[in-house]
């Protein structure tokens, strides 16, 4: 069965401090991998998603950028975190690359910049 | 462009008494409709969807949805609610063409159950 692992689990970074968050998903190879954000009362939203190894598409324009540096690994990076960067970080994993098919999403990052 | 509407934002039901959580969708074309539930400080976990086909779909821990397009809209049901049901529910829709892969996510219904 298909499992998918984020890690850390919480953080908290000063202001201006580096970020970088990943996400790995076992059982399954070419996954469709995203990065979402969740805020307190707005949802979520899309960060980024790839569709392959080397292939990010941005949604939002921001602060932080996302790398595929191996099949089932997704990295989320920011070189100076803002105080807006906080929130819930969720990653997921959909199968059938090209087509629609349902997203799994890991157990989450919970990122206070202070 | 595609985006879903959850009407509201906390519902508070006794258990074992029935619940409907309201979705409601913006799209041009058939959707691809999702509920998800969440748990304080956890992942999403997938409650049901539709794709296609029978337009009322069965889900896990005895939730349903009915997509009625007339009414673009994907309630949740479930007949008898369980105090373990207290979460924050997600309703998501994903567009075909042009818009594969994105979800886009109604801001999500608090539901709080009394003993």
């Known amino acids: 069965s298909q499992t998918i692992h984020q890690w850390p689990a919480t953080l908290v970074q000063p202001v201006g401090s580096p970020l970088s968050l990943e996400c790995t998903v076992e059982?399954?190879?070419?996954?469709?991998l995203y990065w979402y954000r969740q805020a307190a009362g707005r949802g979520l939203q899309l960060l980024f998603y790839s569709v392959g190894i080397g292939q990010i598409s941005s949604e939002v324009p921001q602060n932080l950028s996302a790398s595929r540096p191996q099949d089932r690994q997704f990295i989320l990076s920011s070189k100076k975190l803002l105080l807006s960067d906080s929130g819930f970080y969720l990653c997921?994993?959909?199968?059938?690359?090209?087509?629609?098919?349902?997203?799994?999403f890991g157990p989450g990052t919970r990122l206070t910049v202070l | 462009a595609q985006s879903v509407t959850q009407p509201d934002i906390h519902i508070t039901v006794s258990e074992g008494a029935s619940l409907e959580l309201r979705c409601n969708y913006s799209y041009g074309a058939t959707p691809y409709l999702f509920w998800y539930v969440q748990s304080p400080g956890q992942g999403l976990q997938l409650l049901l969807k539709y794709f296609s086909g029978d337009t009322l779909v069965q889900g896990i821990k005895g939730f349903e949805a009915e997509f009625k397009r007339s009414q673009s809209s994907f309630n949740l049901r479930k007949p008898s609610v369980h105090w373990s049901d207290a979460a924050e529910y997600f309703c998501?829709?994903?567009?075909?063409?042009?818009?594969?892969?994105?979800?886009?996510f109604g801001k999500g219904t608090l539901l709080t159950v009394n003993p």
């Open positions: 997921a994993w959909s199968g059938q690359r090209g087509s629609t098919d349902t997203q799994y």
């Open positions: 998501a829709v994903e567009g075909g063409g042009g818009s594969n892969y994105k979800l886009t």
């Open positions: 059982g399954t190879s070419n996954p469709n």
